[in-house]
């Protein structure tokens, strides 16, 4: 390690900035961030940088309009950052800040740095920074988007929540093992899922009843469900929340709509458990599947339920926490992007388009015996796009009855199968010969139908076409 990284506590102490223009600004930027005074020595001082010092007025900072002229203009400095185009003048300063036992750092020239700026991801209190030693900022900067896409934006409050019961938690639990164990459990559980979210006033109340129970000897065994939309199926459509719940989890339920490859995101230990349902072939009741939910809950486990698309949108989503909420066991609700959003998208059929939809509705399409009962007048209306859910087998029944009650033959219909994943097929037809195209392509469950005039747009928009479309 040749560089030795250290966080210095700098509001209120001076940093030199010696030079004005748009790299000099971009220091400024960081160096008030973190607090700091500051004196501005260079010729010219750029309007972006004058604009920054003027919204940071609750500090004195002073601008001196001129070169630099020697070590005087660093006095009562803790940091000099140098930011001129003047090589002669940037290494002056450097052997200056040297002399005088002050942190140096020369833009774009490690050879004169003392200290080094890392990238960083704030989520104050908390700060992450990832240096290089000036050898490879642009490597420092891609590991830092990595970790900005780890840590959720409102991290920050855990560690501020934290830092506020930091001294009743030490007085309630003197016994270092156990303290450890008790903040083990509030960062990685339901507690700093609470404060993530906003709740901070109920967070606040369940530490104090959880505190109160440690030191008592009690166990820390309460259990949360985590409702997670998967998405239509790519796994990088997930939300970061999504990922950071599932990998949180000790166990996950998840059904066949889910791609294996999301599943395998979850924790290498925990415990992977299939509750998939298809028509004709229930192997697990909607029931049985609250049941664990609720159970597992109360063991203590903390429970990711991965659902395809939304949980709330054809999902049941709403039946599996209501067992949850009269039992009183904390759960989480992550949205995903609906099967129609990603077929839709995936497929170049814009949903909405001023020209051809100015509404569009979501439609279950399954058969309840041979029949799909809807109130068809209703939908039959111009300038909706329609898009139907688990319509495959109702295909032909929807094609006739949207037919008989209004809709012309020749409107364009599509049928998406398995879509956003690599091996996603789009069939387009009309209402009139979609039953016997889709015929003929043999098309598998995943698949959405969409019927309006926006799927006219599919064949100049289709960007995402890993198959050959039939049509």
């Not at 129609?340 to 279950?364: E, K, M, N, W």
Request: hydrophobic share 45%; net charge negative.
């Amino acid at each position: 390690m040749e560089s030795l990284p250290l966080f210095h506590r700098a509001r209120g102490r001076l940093a030199v900035l010696v030079g004005g223009g748009q790299v000099a600004a971009r220091k400024a930027r960081l160096l008030l961030a973190a607090g700091m005074r500051l004196r501005v020595v260079a010729p010219a001082i750029g309007a972006e940088l004058r604009e920054q010092l003027a919204a940071a007025a609750d500090v004195e900072h002073e601008l001196i309009e001129r070169a630099y002229e020697g070590v005087g203009d660093l006095s009562e400095a803790m940091l000099v950052v140098v930011a001129t185009p003047d090589a002669a003048v940037n290494a002056r300063v450097a052997a200056d800040a040297e002399a005088r036992g002050t942190a140096v750092n020369v833009v774009d020239t490690p050879a004169l740095c003392s200290v080094y700026f890392p990238a960083l991801v704030d989520r104050s209190p908390l700060t992450v920074a990832i240096g290089s030693g000036g050898a490879s900022p642009v490597l420092a900067r891609q590991l830092r988007s990595r970790i900005e896409a780890m840590l959720p934006a409102s991290l920050g409050r855990v560690a501020a929540f934290a830092g506020r019961w930091r001294e009743a938690v030490a007085r309630a639990l003197p016994d270092l093992e156990q303290r450890r164990r008790f903040w083990e459990w509030l960062l990685d559980g339901p507690l700093a899922n609470q404060v993530l979210a906003g709740r901070e006033s109920q967070a606040a109340a369940d530490l104090e009843q959880a505190l109160e129970g440690a030191a008592r000897g009690e166990g820390l065994d309460r259990g949360e469900v985590y409702l997670i939309g998967a998405g239509p199926g790519d796994p990088d459509l997930l939300t970061f929340k999504a990922l950071r719940l599932l990998q949180q989890a000790d166990i996950v339920l998840y059904d066949r709509l889910v791609n294996p490859e999301i599943v395998d995101l979850a924790r290498r230990d925990a415990e992977r458990r299939y509750v998939g349902k298809r028509r004709g072939d229930h192997s697990v009741p909607q029931a049985d599947i609250n049941q664990q939910l609720l159970d597992l809950a109360l063991e203590g486990r903390r429970v990711a339920r991965l659902k395809g698309g939304d949980p709330f949108i054809f999902g049941r989503g709403g039946e599996e926490i209501e067992l949850l909420a009269r039992h009183g066991v904390p759960f989480q609700v992550v949205p995903g992007i609906t099967a129609a959003s990603g077929a839709a998208c995936y497929a170049g059929i814009p949903l909405t388009h001023r020209d051809h939809a100015q509404s569009v509705r979501f439609v279950a399409g399954y058969l309840k015996g041979d029949r799909v009962d809807h109130d068809w007048a209703s939908l039959c209306r111009p300038g909706e796009t329609l898009v139907f859910y688990m319509g495959l087998l109702g295909l032909p029944e929807i094609c006739r009855q949207l037919q008989q009650h209004g809709l012309a033959a020749e409107t364009p219909v599509a049928l998406v199968e398995r879509a956003t994943l690599p091996d996603q097929r789009t069939i387009t037809g009309t209402l009139a010969d979609m039953p016997e195209r889709v015929a003929a392509a043999m098309p598998q469950a995943p698949t959405l139908i969409i019927v309006g005039d926006v799927v006219r747009l599919h064949g100049d928009l289709g960007w995402f076409a890993p198959r050959q479309d039939a049509g």
